[in-house]
RNA sequence: GGGGCCGUGGUCUAGGCUGGACUAGGACGCCGGAUUGUCACUCCGGAGAUCGCGGGUUCAAAUCCCGUCGGCCCCGCCA
């Protein structure tokens, strides 16, 4: 007789004769009686044993296979989906015992360090909640794939080994044993071939894949995560993505966990999203937006903020509602965190009372602060912080202030989403030695408008790439591409790179780009980041299967690990370890 | 590369600031016993830790100091 779920019985099953098999999920042994609730990948139903003495052995986690009859019980429990109905077992087989638990696998809170979870990512994964979230996960992945099959989308593989490409994060290497001295790359994202594919004919690609980073680790950052990675040609205009996405995510919202997003969604320039909450991924669940006010304070009697207007730098007021009775050193406190986040210093207006109360009111006069507060929606009881300095600097600052005091005062509100795009990105940053670099990547296309500006004024060139921000996180980004050769040859040229240089690392694309390239473009999304934000869990470690910690380290396996010198041999590999580094 | 928090029986944790009755306490788990309607079963009894590791200060260190290893969070980094 094959075994059957044990998670579905109820009272129609009365008086029926099943073989289950699972796992012993909990025990209450009174002696003449055991009850004991099995557990399978349906659910939980309670076993009774009488006058089978072998039920007395049992543990926690064994793995067991019974013959039983389905009764009704004299006391039904409600918590249990089974709980009709219970299980009177005629015959017990144990096929698998299970030593002491390190921690209790029947809990929904962790009850171990994560190290311990991880060592024992086996039982830690038992967990309802664990595999709560795996199956959302899947749920997740499979409404994804039948949404864009519907609409034509087929999912195509790409090589994990392939070559290293400059720019970017750190590559993962694997070094080739045919070829001494020259190595694969593990891919950062397969960025070049989805557009190859494209210019192939494959209109419309998508793929749910694995893509490796090889930087520091965060709770929202793996050195190998996964990507919903999307491309399509004859795609001109962001907004016919932007609706076939919407459609997306509102299907998978519904789909995974039944709520109605809706669309569309919000449209945000960027440099409007960095002056009004100071980020360019913003979390539209609450106000506080940012004003401008150098205008209010241009000549005004507070020396620090009339001179920095005359700098060209900028004057900004985070409103923060009822919070005008907050204390001195609470205040104090904001300044410091202020000063963290690089500001020169913080000031503060209080409204309340009709009356307002702050250290420059001497300085620039009531009438000021009452326009201030007039520009920034400030109302009585509400604080004004104002910070002065170069725009990004005060906007980034001000941008963080806001998270953290809305955190801290409770304004996000629970089970909300607020999608958004940005778009009209920059097309380049500066990087760190002030050179131009990309701000998404070289594929992307300058916005049409801007296109004479590349080389004369580079940093005002706007591009055509937008990124999907849900809660203030970032959750996809993409662009419509470059498809011409000679446009892909300048933004190369303008990265610094020379014309060799380019025909090297990106050669094949750029010979594809000769070969009747139509328009493209596509999009990726951070799949851990959404599961984890639809599970309602805070690190992406609890919706991936096997997760590595802070330091890259997997506790289950022991990797990274060693290798023996065989294997260095045939790959061409010496080990030398330098400063600081150990064996 | 930098900053912060943490490491105590199998697991989670109290104690640490203010070193001495800490002979390291509790809960869960484990072992033995009782228990025929429980569902986080209950009750009785028991075993189990030299406090991550190394060094230092001290008459005395879980406690203070230095180093180191490991975990978590953040900044940098993540086209």
Redesign the pocket.
């Known amino acids: 007789m094959p075994r059957e779920a044990c998670g579905v019985l109820g009272t129609e099953d009365e008086g029926r004769v099943v073989f289950l098999a699972g796992w012993v999920h ?10 004991v ?1 099995l557990r399978d990948q349906s659910g939980l139903v ?1 076993l ?1 044993f ?2 089978i003495p072998e039920a ?1 052995d049992l ?2 986690e064994d793995v067991i296979r019974i013959k039983g009859t389905v ?1 009704r ?5 409600p ?2 989906p089974t ?1 009709e109905i ?1 299980v ?1 077992v005629e015959e017990l087989e144990i096929l698998s015992k299970s030593k ?5 696998v ?1 809990s929904d809170e ?9 060592r024992f990512r086996f039982l830690d994964l038992r967990r309802e909640r664990m595999q709560r979230n795996l199956r959302l996960r899947h749920k997740i992945c499979l409404s994804i794939r039948n949404y864009l099959s519907e609409r034509g989308f087929i999912e195509v593989e790409t090589p994990y080994l392939t070559r290293s ?6 590559d993962f290497l694997v070094p080739s044993r045919l070829e001494p001295g020259k190595f694969y790359a593990l ?6 071939f989805k557009q190859t594919l494209v210019i192939s004919g494959i209109e419309r690609y998508f793929q749910i894949v694995r893509c490796f ?1 090889d ?7 793996q050195p190998e995560f996964t990507q919903l990675d999307l491309e399509m040609a004859f795609l001109e205009d962001p907004d016919e993505l932007f609706t076939l996405i919407e459609g997306l995510v509102a299907h998978v919202f519904r789909e995974a966990i039944e709520v109605e997003l809706e669309v569309p969604f919000p449209r945000i320039p960027y440099a409007e999203a960095m002056l009004r909450y100071g980020t360019d991924k913003p979390d539209l669940r609450f106000g506080m937006e940012i004003v401008d006010l150098s205008e209010v304070f241009r000549g005004c009697g507070f020396r620090v903020f009339a001179e920095a207007v005359e700098r060209g730098e900028v004057i900004r007021a985070l409103p923060v509602p009822g919070a005008a009775g907050r204390s001195r050193s609470e205040l104090k406190r904001l300044e410091d965190r202020a000063k963290e986040l690089g500001l020169g210093g913080l000031v503060w207006a209080k409204y309340e009372n009709d009356a307002i109360n702050s250290p420059i009111a001497k300085f620039v006069g009531e009438e000021l602060l009452r326009r201030a507060a007039e520009e920034a929606n400030a109302e009585e009881g509400d604080l004004l912080l104002l910070a002065a300095g170069p725009a990004e600097k005060v906007a980034e600052a001000l941008g963080a202030l806001r998270v953290e005091l809305a955190r801290e005062l409770d304004l996000i509100p629970r089970d909300s989403w607020a999608l958004a795009w940005i778009v009209d990105f920059p097309l380049f ?1 500066l ?2 030695e002030g050179r131009i ?8 296309s300058p916005h049409p408008e801007d296109i004479p500006y590349l080389e004369t004024d580079p940093l005002r060139v706007r591009a055509r790439s937008y990124d999907l921000v849900i809660n203030g996180v970032e959750i996809a ?1 993409g662009s419509i591409r470059i498809h011409r050769r000679d446009l892909q040859e300048r933004i190369l040229k303008l990265l610094g790179l020379t014309e060799e240089e380019a025909r090297e690392k990106f050669g094949f694309l750029l010979r594809a780009l000769e070969y009747g390239a139509p328009p493209h473009g596509g999009i ?1 999304f951070g799949l851990d980041r959404l599961v984890m934000m639809l599970a309602g869990e ?2 992406i ?1 609890e919706v991936i299967a096997f ?7 997997c ?1 289950l396996t022991g990797a990274p690990a060693e290798v023996s010198e065989e294997q260095l041999r045939e790959l061409h590999l010496k080990i030398e370890l330098g400063d ?1 580094a ?1 064996p």
């Not at 019980?73 to 429990?77: A, D, F, I, V």
């Not at 002491?100 to 209790?104: C, D, E, K, R, S």
């Not at 891919?187 to 070049?192: A, H, I």
């Open positions: 909990r025990i209450r042994d009174l002696g003449g009686i055991t009850f609730d309670q009774v009488r006058n007395h543990s926690l009764r019980r004299e006391s039904p429990n918590k249990l709980g219970e009177w002491a638990l390190p921690f209790p029947d962790p009850r171990a360090n994560e190290e311990t979870r991880l490409t400059p720019e970017g994060a750190r891919p950062q994202s397969p960025q070049l980073r930087e520091d680790l965060r709770a929202d950052r940053k990087d760190e670099a990309s701000e998404h990547h070289p594929f992307t980004s990726a805070s690190s470690r997760p590595k910690t802070a330091t890259g380290a506790p600081g150990r």
